[in-house]
């Protein structure tokens, strides 16, 4: 992709210098305002300079912005600096410093909303509240190690792929498969009764794999992706609902009441926000109508921009 005439013009600038350069009319105290907030982002996405932020998109400040929350920032500092960062990726996009604007405002929402939807989706904070409460479990001390690893690939599997309970339960090693490019799980026992095929994300295949190892030096070389660690059924395929123990249990470690269904839910809301399409989304949820797909993301908008709020006393 070419480069913006002003970018190769300005390839070797940094990121601190095309700021000053693009905000110096603005008055002294909304400069170093600025400056501020993107020196903060900058670090955290570790930008040496402007060709890395060809890397950035709306999901990248929405973990920047889980981070904020994660540290404990306040709701209104963490709507400041988003309502900073938007204006600065703003301009440097309009004097083309940057080939597209990696902030899109339909994603990056207010803080007014609550900590989790009624109707079952997760944020990301609390994603990554559940992947550190995996770390600090106390397993048994036999196999915490394998337990730590397994529970963690299957929260991300099940998140990344939308997968259900019962389809990540029946996996098999030879059902992650090549299909050109890309790594596919074959999923047998669908909800339809057709099989269907899930992409698998390039990182989440090479946890399979470094897992499918552990494994084999544990002995534990079995036909199913996700085996029962317990005492009385360790090398057995795990169930449904042992898959859904798990969840609920790092949910409860979080102060959560939540199920497995929740990371397919929280996969399925999350994209529809970041704005891919209605089409691709049901596609991915594997949704049979598209009506099932869009009250994901509508069941919640409803909740807050309800008609009943407009409505005169009485």
């Known amino acids: 992709m070419d480069l913006p005439a002003k970018w190769n013009k300005h390839r070797d600038i940094s990121p601190a210098q095309a700021l000053q350069l693009v905000f110096e009319n603005y008055k002294p105290n909304t400069r170093r305002a600025y400056a501020r907030v993107f020196r903060d982002f900058q670090e955290w996405a570790a930008i040496q300079d402007m060709e890395d932020f060809k890397h950035l998109n709306s999901l990248s400040i929405l973990e920047y912005k889980s981070h904020l929350k994660a540290q404990g920032k306040k709701p209104a500092s963490i709507n400041q600096t988003m309502s900073a960062l938007r204006n600065v990726f703003k301009v440097l996009t309009e004097f083309q410093y940057l080939s597209k604007n990696p902030f899109k405002s339909s994603v990056i929402r207010n803080e007014k909303v609550s900590d989790i939807s009624t109707k079952g989706a997760l944020r990301l904070t609390h994603l990554s509240a559940m992947m550190e409460a995996n770390d600090q479990e106390s397993y048994d001390v036999r196999v915490a190690?394998?337990?730590?690893?397994?529970?963690?690939?299957?929260?991300?599997?099940?998140?990344?792929?939308?997968?259900?309970?019962?389809?990540?339960?029946?996996?098999?090693?030879?059902?992650?498969?090549?299909?050109?490019?890309?790594?596919?799980?074959?999923?047998?026992?669908?909800?339809?009764?057709?099989?269907?095929r899930l992409k698998i994300r390039d990182e989440l295949y090479v946890e399979l794999q470094e897992w499918k190892e552990d494994l084999q030096l544990a002995g534990l070389e079995k036909p199913w992706v996700f085996i029962s660690l317990g005492f009385r059924t360790?090398?057995?395929?795990?169930?449904?609902?042992?898959?859904?123990?798990?969840?609920?249990?790092l949910g409860k470690a979080i102060g959560l009441d939540i199920s497995a269904h929740y990371m397919r839910h929280t996969a399925i809301t999350i994209a529809l926000e970041m704005g891919e399409s209605?089409?691709?989304?049901?596609?991915?949820?594997?949704?049979?109508?598209?009506?099932?797909?869009?009250?994901?993301?509508?069941?919640?908008?409803?909740?807050k921009k309800n008609p009943t709020d407009r409505l005169p006393r009485i």
Do not use: C
């Open 145 to 196: 190690d394998l337990m730590r690893k397994r529970n963690g690939l299957l929260l991300r599997f099940l998140y990344f792929t939308a997968a259900r309970r019962s389809e990540v339960a029946d996996l098999n090693w030879e059902d992650i498969q090549q299909d050109g490019e890309f790594h596919v799980a074959f999923i047998r026992n669908t909800k339809s009764g057709v099989p269907q």
């Open 234 to 249: 360790r090398g057995k395929k795990m169930t449904g609902k042992g898959v859904n123990d798990v969840i609920v249990r």
């Open 278 to 303: 209605l089409q691709k989304v049901q596609a991915y949820a594997r949704h049979s109508s598209a009506n099932t797909t869009i009250r994901y993301f509508h069941d919640q908008e409803l909740l």
